[in-house]
């Protein structure tokens, strides 16, 4: 039987899944659209996509490491509560493993990537149907390293801020923990001075002279000021110019340098930045329901 487009569309007003699952389901089921419905129920798409406005800004971040690569990635869910449940877990872990052994270059690849005999796509759909929640896969990456490397990986309170990274020059692998804790602590924007760009440097000159002028500083010495509070600056935001958490007395750069190291990538996600958030007043909620 032909699919028409006015079928998809009805199939999708009734369900609110998408055009292409719509189609599909429509061409399964040879136009049938009770079965059609039926189909996207089984699969968990129609549920699914009655969740896609909500926002999913809570979840966890995981980092798996496999021999000379590893992944990092985030994936979202509505509440703190499902973040929690050992499915949610299960499907992260299950998630992480398929796409360090596929290494997708993209969130789209991934979600369109097979995944026994599914797609990624809708292997999470089916998880929503279960769980209950809108569930995302956010964003992951993937990094590598040679032989005299190492992988440091640490999760904070319990995956909320994941951290990612590399040293090389050493396989001691607490080396480049270390380095992770501190990240996921700090925040740092750069590994050194070296990758802040020279338009970036020279906006942040430009307002640290601006602030030494407006304070009456003589302008003889304010060029030998901003160059101080620059190196503030760079303080602030370059991983090797930080004060070592775990000694504030060294900076990492030299901390790592004194293991005959050096630190070559990081990547550090913390749950939901940038995102949304739910505001949900409580007890409206609870109302909003008593009188449905």
Known sequence: M?????????????????????????????GNMEAAVDYLREKGIAKAAKKADRIAAEGLTSVIVDGD??????????????????????LISELGNHLLATEPASVEDALASDYNGTTVNDYI???????????????????????????????????RIGVLSVVEGTTDEEVAKDVAMHVAAVNPKYISRDEV??????????VLTEQALNEGKPENIVAKMVEGRLGKYFEDICLNDQ????????????????????????????????LEKREDNFAEEVMSQVKK
Do not use: W
């Open 243 to 274: 004060s070592f958490i775990k000694d504030p007395d060294q900076k990492v750069g030299k901390y790592v340098a004194s293991k005959g190291a050096t630190v070559k990538a990081f990547v550090r996600f913390e749950v939901g930045e940038g």
């Open 69 to 90: 690569k590893a992944i990092i990635l985030e994936v979202n869910s509505e509440t703190d509560f499902v973040a929690k449940n050992e499915n949610f877990k299960s």
């Open 2 to 30: 032909a699919i028409t487009a006015q079928m998809v569309k009805e199939l999708r007003e009734k369900t609110g899944a998408g055009m292409m699952d719509c189609k599909k389901a429509l061409t399964e089921t040879d």
């Open 125 to 159: 759909n089916s998880a929503i149907a279960k769980i209950g929640e809108k569930i995302t896969l956010r964003r992951f990456e993937i990094l590598k390293k040679g032989e005299n490397a190492a992988f440091g990986a640490y999760l904070h309170m319990g995956g």
């Open 197 to 206: 760009s020279e338009e970036e440097v020279s906006r942040e000159r430009k």
